[in-house]
């Protein structure tokens, strides 16, 4: 007689359960194993050893700059491999050089940090041992530093180095009329403004009114080109009415025997 086997059903709510643990350790399997090589992955690409940085390229038009002084700086910082490379730290040791204006700093590709460097441009020296550029920002100067012979002096209290850059560029644009060329302008702490020509003439514009004192210089600068009455050393315009002007002894004749005194005169500016 054949052996009767009775079926044992399973309660639908545990078939679903049982489902849902294989399920699970399917999922398990698959995803484990990628998840494990994939963090291996990212952690290779960012170990510094397996993509370290093996150039830095600095490219701009450099001339006062010192190339190497600018390598040095970025290989201070330049740590941490391609991907973790920190390119604000990198940036601003490079700012932190006196001739630099600005720098852009950019990975490249897989082992390389391109720089591109602009430098000042000085305008004009300020207080002998700095110097100024185009928007009136003060920076060192080193000894040694190649300047063009040309580059007019500033001077004037600290924090006042973009007014006095101002004022030079208004008057010596007025003064280029007549072929004039300031040499020299100064301020005080006082406010007196004063200038030296490029042929050491001394002008005197005092604290007040200056624009209105340029011209006056102006008016009555063809009243002062009188090589016979020798040369202007100083011309003062700190008055209301006129102007008073210093001349060099005037050079003798060959008949005339030794130069004559040093004097002072007066003069009245044109209306």
Do not use: C
């Amino acid at each position: 007689m054949a052996e009767r086997r009775d079926k044992v059903q399973v309660p639908r709510s545990d078939r679903r359960l049982v489902r849902l643990v294989l399920r699970a350790l399917v999922l398990v399997g698959v995803v484990a194993p990628a998840m494990v090589f994939g963090s291996w992955g990212i952690e290779h690409l960012l170990d510094a050893e397996h993509f370290p940085l093996r150039v830095v390229r600095i490219d701009g038009q450099l001339q006062q700059l010192d190339r190497a002084e600018l390598e040095r700086a970025v290989a201070r910082v330049a740590r941490g491999g391609f991907f973790f490379v920190d390119v604000a730290a990198v940036r601003a040791a490079a700012q932190s050089l006196s001739w630099v204006e600005d720098v852009s700093v950019r990975r490249v590709w897989p082992d390389t940090l391109y720089l591109r460097v602009s430098e000042r441009e000085p305008v004009a020296r300020w207080n002998d041992k700095q110097l100024v550029n185009l928007r009136g920002e003060v920076f060192d100067r080193r000894p040694g530093d190649r300047l063009p012979a040309e580059l007019p002096l500033l001077t004037g209290p600290a924090g006042t180095a973009k007014s006095v850059l101002d004022t030079y560029r208004a008057i010596q644009t007025r003064f280029e009329s007549q072929g004039l060329k300031i040499r020299r302008l100064s301020l005080t702490a006082r406010e007196d403004w004063s200038a030296e020509l490029s042929d050491g003439t001394l002008i005197l514009f005092g604290t007040h009114h200056l624009a209105a004192r340029v011209e006056t210089f102006m008016r009555a600068y063809p009243l002062l080109l009188n090589a016979a009455a020798g040369k202007v050393e100083r011309v003062d315009l700190r008055y209301t009415n006129g102007i008073a002007v210093r001349r060099a002894p005037p050079e003798s004749s060959p008949e005339g025997g030794a130069k004559g005194i040093a004097r002072g005169a007066s003069v009245r500016a044109p209306a």
